[in-house]
């Protein structure tokens, strides 16, 4: 059964930091690009973040830029996304998803959600004094 699974959300002081991880089970999560998305309360759902399959390479959104970096840890079969310097406006439920087909583009993208076939269950993150 293919499945991710994130963990590392929780309440968190403005300026904080948080690590999310989403692990993957039943498939081999390198061979596959890897989004986070968010979605706050009233919001539409937003890319803030990909690696790609293959060489590695990161995207992120204007709002998380320098903040936030994302990594692999091919031991464990799983995606991390370091949030530092969090705000109140980062609150949300993060989601991960994997792309639907192994090396589907040499740079992952965040913009087109449906290439994303296998999501997590989300994990929440509140940012508050």
């Known amino acids: 059964q293919l499945q991710l699974v994130e963990s590392g959300g929780g309440l968190v002081q403005p300026g904080g930091s948080l690590r999310l991880s989403c692990v993957a089970s039943?498939?081999?999560?390198?061979?596959?690009?890897v989004g986070w998305f968010r979605q706050a309360p009233g919001k539409e759902r937003e890319g803030v973040s990909c690696?790609?399959?293959?060489?590695?390479?990161?995207y992120f959104a204007d709002s998380v830029k320098g903040r936030f970096t994302v990594s692999r840890d091919n031991a464990r079969n799983s995606v991390n996304l370091e949030m530092n310097s969090l705000t109140p406006e980062d609150t949300a439920i993060y989601y991960c998803?994997?792309?639907?087909?192994?090396?589907?583009?040499?740079?992952?993208?965040?913009?087109?959600?449906?290439?994303?076939?296998?999501w997590g269950q989300g994990t929440q993150v509140t940012v508050s004094s």
């Open positions: 998803a994997a792309d639907g087909i192994p090396y589907r583009r040499r740079l992952c993208q965040v913009e087109d959600p449906y290439e994303y076939d296998y």
């Open positions: 039943g498939f081999t999560l390198d061979y596959y690009a």
């Open positions: 690696i790609s399959s293959g060489d590695g390479s990161t």
